[in-house]
């Protein structure tokens, strides 16, 4: 019964093809007539911007390059369009051998939707301000720190943790810290 619920899955695409490969399922999608089974195709990118001759350049950096991200219903229709559009490689999470994919966990998915600034969904913590965490991922992933501030609207922490001998604030994701009992 699971395979009939809407749910997010990974594509994998030939790197850098990413939206040229959305825009030829977008394109299937409706002249296949599977609107109802396919519903979000997502290239996840964020906007980078780089200084280029003294001037603020921006551009949309590829989170994730060589996927896409899927909303739909796993249907034998809709896994066939996908499958056979032009770009795409494949399903991420399928065993092969003609084996349906896993989807995407719903906290996962979410952690993208959120740095993509698509998400309003609110993570509640069981922790607060002067509690011990340790950080999940990251460039500070394991290390323990002290939660110094929290702002609910950017749904982060400033932790402060140790580096260099030193007291050092970091701006850490909700998602990414966990209370230390």
Do not use: C
Not at 110 to 117: A, D, K, W
């Amino acid at each position: 019964m699971s395979e009939l619920t809407k749910q997010w899955y990974v594509v994998n695409t030939y790197a850098g093809h990413e939206n040229r490969v959305k825009e030829n399922l977008e394109r299937r999608v409706e002249s296949m007539g599977i609107e109802d089974n396919l519903f979000t195709i997502l290239v996840a990118e964020e906007e980078e911007i780089t200084f280029k001759n003294g001037k603020a350049v921006k551009k949309m950096k590829n989170l994730y390059p060589g996927y896409l991200f899927v909303e739909m219903i796993m249907t034998d229709d809709a896994w066939y369009v996908v499958r056979n559009t032009p770009g795409v490689t494949g399903f991420i999470g399928s065993s092969g051998g003609g084996a349906k994919p896993f989807p995407v966990s719903p906290d996962e998915i979410e952690t993208i939707l959120r740095r993509m600034g698509l998400s309003d969904k609110k993570v509640v913590v069981d922790f607060g301000v002067g509690e011990h965490v340790r950080i999940l991922n990251g460039p500070f992933k394991a290390m323990e720190g002290v939660v110094e501030t929290m702002n609910d609207d950017a749904q982060s922490a400033m932790v402060l943790i140790v580096l260099f001998g030193r007291e050092t604030p970091t701006e850490i994701s909700y998602n990414d810290l966990e209370k230390l009992v």
